[in-house]
């Protein structure tokens, strides 16, 4: 008898089971240098864990080279802030279930001296003109990221094509927002950041922020569950679990509540 009710009580464990909220799995999320830079995700993955029991490792890459690593089924779920990326990837099959997380902006810093002369100024295209105009020491992030992909639209915004001058007054990092930020201030260099990882950066030397309140400066976030139909290792339950907290009450709450020397670094959509 002792057989019959071992097996009855192992198939009574896994109806149950398999109706479960999925506490316990750990999910992929690819995502941004800036996210992880500015600390939010110190601050809010250890809320949604403790609520759902769903660990969340994230790899941390500029948004175009996370896209192309979701897009190779090596994530379950992308958090990034290039929309016509985003729309690419989701038009190509690659990802599912796009929702709008939050927004923060872009900032152009630069000397405190202003070599420059931009500060005050609300156009950020016309600021990049005359960066351009005077050869001031620009460092681009160059790394197909959400950032670098702002930048460019800004230059072309400005009626210039920095590429002839790469190695002169256009220098290219190939790395991530911190790394960035650490060469315009070695290289008295101006440079475009994104608001939250300059209020977390500690290494600014001389540099200040020059302009900022552009509206094409805004800089908003987005999550996408990559598609489980084109890779079925996707865990979809627990990845939607995710990006339902994140957009819901309680994960826009932990995102507007991330405040760093009394600064707010992101703002929740809802």
Request: with cysteine.
């Amino acid at each position: 008898m002792r057989r019959p009710f071992v097996i009855i009580l192992s198939m009574f464990s896994w109806l149950l089971s398999a109706g479960a909220a999925p506490g316990g799995e750990t999910i992929l999320l690819q995502s941004t240098t800036s996210t992880q830079n500015s600390g939010l995700f110190g601050h809010i993955l250890p809320l949604f864990t403790r609520q759902t029991g769903i660990r969340v490792r994230v790899v941390a890459v500029g948004t175009g080279q996370a896209l192309k690593n979701a897009a190779r089924g090596d994530a379950d779920v992308v958090l990034v802030h290039a929309r016509k990326l985003e729309d690419a990837f989701v038009r190509a099959g690659h990802g599912v279930h796009r929702r709008d997380v939050m927004y923060n902006d872009f900032v152009i810093v630069c000397p405190k001296d202003d070599p420059a002369g931009i500060a005050g100024l609300k156009d950020a295209a016309d600021a990049l003109r005359r960066i351009a105009r005077r050869r001031v020491a620009f460092v681009s992030r160059g790394d197909d990221s959400g950032t670098h992909h702002k930048e460019l639209g800004l230059w072309r915004a400005a009626g210039v094509d920095p590429a002839p001058f790469s190695g002169a007054w256009y220098l290219e990092a190939g790395q991530g927002m911190g790394a960035t930020l650490n060469m315009a201030a070695a290289r008295g260099a101006c440079t475009l950041t994104d608001r939250g990882t300059w209020i977390a950066h500690a290494n600014k030397g001389r540099l200040a922020i020059m302009v900022e309140g552009d509206v094409r400066l805004r800089n908003p976030y987005g999550v996408i569950l990559v598609n489980p139909k084109r890779h079925p290792h996707v865990k979809e339950q627990a990845a939607r679990a995710f990006i339902d907290w994140l957009t819901g009450p309680d994960g826009q709450h932990a995102i507007a509540g991330y405040r760093l020397n009394g600064q707010q670094l992101f703002f929740p959509v809802r």
